[in-house]
Structure formats: C-alpha cells, structure tokens
C-alpha cells in the first residue's frame, strides 16, 4: 500500500470517528443505553440487545433506519431485557423494517429469551452461534457477518469517540471490517481488496490491510471508508 494512500486513510479515520456524524445513525440507539448503563439505570444485557435489534435493522436510508429502530425501542418500552424475558411479543406479518416482519423481531426475541436464562451476556458466543442462535440464521461458513461485526465493532472498541466499549473480554484486535456493499464499493476502489465475492474471505482481506495501518485496531478502518464514502459520494 502506498504512504500516500495510507496516510489518506489514517486521516479519514481520525476525522470521521467522532460522534456528530453518527448521530442519526443506528448506533444511536446502543449510545443512548449505554448511557443508561452507566448511570447504573439498566444492565448490560439491555445494550447488548439493543445493539443486536439496531445492527439487524442497519440497512437502507439511515433516516427509515431510525425510524424503525426508534419503533422497535418504542415496543419494547427502552426496557428491552424486561421485553424479551416477558416472552410477551408483537408478532405479526407486518413489516417492522422493510423485509423484516415483527413476527421475525418476535423469533429473536424468543432466541435471546432462551439465551439470557442460561448467562447475562452474548459477548462469549461466536459470530456462527449469534447468526445460528439469535438471528435464527443457516449455517454458512462463507458468509460475511456484516451485522453482526458491526455489533461487535460498537460493543468491543474502546477508544470512547463513538464506540461503546463495554465488552472487555474481547480484543479489538480480533474486530472483523462490517462488509456491506458501500464498504466493499469503497475498499476496491482504494485497492483494499480486488475479490468479487463479498464473502468472509473478502472481510478478512479488507481487515488485513487495515491491520498494516492499524495494527491493533483494525477496525478503525471502518470510520476510513465512512471517510471515503462521505468525500467521494456513494
């Protein structure tokens, strides 16, 4: 990678990580609870699943991205881990965010119901056991896991701009890039990766390409391509 590529992006992500351009945006939503939790005014069990609703919902226009996930909140009354263990679910055919049905909000609700009667946190399970157990997803070894490493970016890094920080028992150094079509449209055209299949193996090319930069945080790179993405238009 040239310097003069490197050092555009070491400048993207120190720009871009900051809170103002996130504002309407899905981590919104974890923000504001683990505000809460630190307070002391609900557990941590109330983040994780607001970042697991927020990051399912996290596609489209950011502004029907927020409204939905502002819906979502609203039905659990902001008391989310008090919803999902009442077993008492909105479960119909309607759509809560475009193909996403209440009646599929209502099935992860169930899966995470199950899930917290055994531990107090998601953070130990794997991306396979979140896609499998929570998402009530098919297995697939390939598949890239955008959500659920975007919910993993929010809840792991800790450098207290934008991302939470609360699950200490990871390292961010693990962090996989959350690959959507934007991300993946920004990192070829940077160089970052020349694969056409947007599969778990493009994920860790783009993310170590990140680790020459970011050694220990690769995942910074996410706020480089927000950059790229903000200052070439999408």
Not at 91 to 101: I, Q, W, Y
Not at 200 to 227: H, N, Q, Y
Request: proline fraction near 4%; hydrophobic fraction near 35%; glycine fraction near 6%.
């Amino acid at each position: 990678m040239e310097n003069s590529v490197k050092e555009q992006l070491i400048q993207w992500a120190e720009e871009y990580n900051d809170p103002k351009y996130f504002q309407e945006d899905p981590i919104a939503f974890p923000t504001k609870m683990a505000a809460k939790y630190h307070k002391g005014e609900c557990s941590l069990a109330d983040v994780e699943i607001t970042a697991l609703i927020a990051a399912h919902l996290a596609w489209g226009r950011r502004a029907m991205i927020v409204r939905d996930c502002t819906r979502a909140m609203d039905e659990m009354d902001w008391r989310p881990y008090d919803y999902v263990m009442s077993g008492d679910y909105r479960d119909e055919h309607a759509s809560l965010h475009r193909t996403v049905k209440w009646s599929e909000f209502a099935s992860i609700c169930r899966n995470l119901k199950s899930i917290y009667s055994e531990t107090g946190s998601i953070e130990r399970m794997s991306n396979g056991e979140i896609r499998c157990r929570i998402f009530g997803r098919k297995e697939d070894p390939k598949a890239p896991d955008k959500k659920i490493n975007m919910m993993r970016r929010w809840m792991v890094r800790d450098d207290g701009r934008v991302d939470l920080g609360l699950w200490k028992h990871s390292d961010k150094k693990d962090l996989l890039i959350p690959l959507d079509v934007h991300v993946y449209d920004e990192a070829t055209a940077l160089g970052l990766t020349s694969r056409k299949q947007k599969d778990i193996i493009t994920v860790r090319e783009i993310t170590d390409a990140f680790r020459e930069i970011f050694p220990d945080d690769p995942c910074k790179g996410d706020f480089s391509l927000f950059g790229y993405g903000v200052t070439h238009g999408k």
